[in-house]
């Protein structure tokens, strides 16, 4: 199984989104600090999970979501309340 993550930073009201086979470890990576793009931001927390059957599926939803300024703004709301 491939998933879509999404983590929301509260310090900084940030969101990052992502594919991934293994979303725990994938966490532990971001809150390490082992994820340039994240690393600044820490702590992060899980708020949403998508499963999909294969990588090309998790993928193509990840980018819908990183281009659709409207399912940014909709995550961002619902999360960071």
């Given at each position: 199984?491939?998933?879509?993550?999404?983590?929301?930073?509260?310090?900084?009201?940030?969101?990052?989104?992502?594919?991934?086979?293994?979303?725990?470890?994938?966490?532990?990576?971001?809150?390490?600090g082992n994820v340039?793009?994240?690393?600044?931001?820490?702590?992060?927390?899980?708020?949403?999970?998508?499963?999909?059957?294969?990588?090309?599926?998790?993928?193509?939803?990840?980018?819908?979501?990183?281009k659709s300024g409207?399912?940014?703004?909709?995550?961002?709301?619902?999360?960071s309340t």
């Open positions: 199984m491939y998933y879509v993550y999404i983590l929301f930073s509260s310090p900084s009201s940030r969101l990052y989104i992502g594919s991934s086979q293994d979303v725990t470890r994938r966490l532990a990576e971001h809150n390490a340039s793009s994240t690393k600044a931001y820490r702590p992060y927390t899980l708020v949403h999970v998508e499963e999909y059957s294969t990588k090309t599926e998790a993928r193509k939803r990840e980018m819908q979501i990183k409207l399912l940014r703004k909709q995550f961002k709301e619902r999360y």
